[in-house]
């Protein structure tokens, strides 16, 4: 979300200005904070007002007609085992999983952003470790801990839902280790 106008105070030259009012470490920080929340709550939002639309607010207006799907090769999905606390419940804890998963990835991309000299390597890293993340697991087989099937589980049967959590945790095992890597060089990159 924020790497954009990162990069471009990168460009102009405005980090060095700043580190005169505030200590480097606390604005690098900042950003990451405010990047955090601000992809949060759009991946939450993306998935959460369509949610309440589709649930709620259709059935009222009654302006799709959906009629039973025969033969759904796909009959429960990994977050479906969630339903038994209710429909609610259900959209809530879903759309605050794809918004954490939002926020990781974009954190990622800030850090690389801070990271690295290259932009646009920076900003494809995130994109490209979740598309390899994906081609490799299904090529080994493992299909079931794929980005995309722990993320959005609609085209795969049911999982256990600890088959969710490895991408993430692996994800946030990256996010830990340039976490540390920008802290323990920080002068070296902004010095």
Not at 108 to 123: D, R, T
Not at 165 to 175: G, K
Request: proline letters at 7%; one cysteine or more; charged letters at 10%.
């Amino acid at each position: 979300m924020y790497a954009i106008y990162f990069v471009g105070e990168q460009k102009n030259y405005f980090i060095p200005y700043v580190r005169i009012r505030i200590p480097l470490a606390t604005y690098l920080f900042s950003k990451l904070v405010v990047n955090a929340i601000l992809s949060f709550l759009i991946a939450f939002l993306m998935v959460f007002i369509p949610f309440i639309f589709s649930m709620y607010i259709e059935p009222v207006l009654d302006i799709v007609h959906l009629y039973p799907a025969d033969g759904n090769p796909i009959p429960y999905t990994t977050f479906e085992q969630l339903l038994f606390l209710g429909t609610l419940p259900y959209g809530i804890i879903y759309s605050l999983w794809v918004g954490l998963n939002g926020m990781m990835y974009a954190t990622m991309g800030l850090l690389l952003v801070m990271i690295l000299e290259k932009p646009f390597v920076a900003l494809s890293i995130p994109f490209m470790y979740y598309l390899l993340g994906n081609f490799i697991t299904q090529i080994l087989g493992y299909e079931q801990f794929s980005p995309t099937y722990t993320i959005f589980p609609f085209s795969i049967s049911q999982q256990p839902l600890w088959t969710v959590f490895v991408p993430f945790t692996i994800l946030c095992i990256v996010i830990i280790i340039l976490g540390f890597y920008l802290k323990e060089n920080l002068h070296k990159h902004y010095g």
